[in-house]
């Protein structure tokens, strides 16, 4: 059974960091990712990165904020996310894939990141 369980979600102030991690089981991904949804917006890509994690994509908000990292070892991938706004509040999805870079078929359940002002 192929599971993907995030952790690390929780409440901060603007400004702070908190770092969020992906764990899988039951298969590995070439590419793993982090997509994130609001209260009334639709799922957005947020961070993505290939397996050797040489290569790694971010959306423009989150580009030199976030860094997404994987250890292959554990089958696990993180996103560290600094100086925080309370525009990156959401629920943050972690993903797997086997294909071409940035495709996903497998999702976690979720982990809430509220930022307060």
């Known amino acids: 059974q192929v599971q993907l369980v995030e952790s690390g979600g929780g409440l901060v102030q603007a400004g702070g960091s908190l770092r969020l991690s992906c764990a899988a089981s039951?298969?590995?991904?070439?590419?793993m990712g982090w997509f994130r949804q609001a209260p009334g917006k639709e799922r957005e890509f947020v961070a993505g990165?290939?397996?050797?994690?040489?290569?790694?994509v971010y959306t423009t908000s989150v580009k030199g904020r976030f860094t997404i990292s994987r250890d292959n070892a554990k089958n696990t991938v993180y996103l560290q996310m600094n100086s925080l706004k309370p525009e990156d509040t959401a629920v943050y999805y972690c993903?797997?894939?086997?294909?071409?870079?940035?495709?996903?078929?497998?999702w976690g359940q979720g982990t809430q990141v509220t930022v307060s002002s």
């Open positions: 990165i290939s397996w050797s994690g040489g290569n790694a």
């Open positions: 039951g298969r590995t991904f070439s590419n």
């Open positions: 993903a797997g894939g086997t294909g071409a870079l940035g495709t996903y078929t497998y």
